[in-house]
């Protein structure tokens, strides 16, 4: 009698926990899965969103799409950073020039003012912040269209052009899933 009495117990509380299990909300790892699936290949976003502990411990797309855009701001200051030590080291005319094109406004500049905007607009606006965090992605895009014509390639430079796009694209799409 014991042993069908401890089954019993054993079983309900086996059906009780994975009733809780499945009652709780989505895991962080949950949030930024469900974000980046709308890429042919996640791994990127997924990557770039799990680089910041803030980023992975949102409970919401909300926080979630407010620490991505902060990381991003911080991600393009360090870039607009590393591009001005460049260019004020810089001896070469040509590259100085290019460099300090990718420090105007419509550079970098715009960049750090978007995704600015971006954290403006998440609680009054998600739609249209999604929007201004594709088109922040567009000072990086000045950035390196200005060293190409210029014959110029600057393989640091053009990497940290290439997070700015993808942060631009990432954050985006957790925009767009609030």
Not at 20 to 44: E, G, W, Y
Not at 75 to 95: G, H, V, W, Y
Request: hydrophobic content about 40%.
């Amino acid at each position: 009698m014991d042993s069908h009495f401890q089954r019993h117990v054993l079983i309900q509380m086996t059906i009780f926990f994975f009733l809780f299990i499945h009652s709780l909300p989505s895991t962080n790892a949950n949030l930024i899965d469900d974000a980046c699936n709308v890429f042919k290949d996640p791994r990127s976003c997924i990557s770039a969103l799990k680089q910041d502990p803030k980023i992975i411990s949102a409970p919401d797309f909300k926080t979630l799409a407010k620490n991505a855009v902060r990381f991003a701001i911080s991600n393009s200051t360090d870039s607009k950073n590393f591009i001005q030590d460049m260019a004020q080291k810089s001896t070469e005319p040509t590259l100085k020039k290019a460099l300090e094109s990718c420090l105007s406004e419509r550079g970098y500049g715009y960049v750090i003012r978007d995704f600015k905007i971006v954290l403006r607009e998440i609680d009054e606006d998600p739609e249209s912040a999604s929007y201004d965090a594709m088109v922040a992605q567009d000072g990086a895009q000045y950035c390196e269209e200005t060293l190409a014509s210029s014959g110029l390639k600057v393989d640091s430079v053009t990497t940290r052009n290439d997070y700015v796009k993808l942060y631009s694209i990432v954050c985006s799409a957790v925009m767009d899933k609030i």
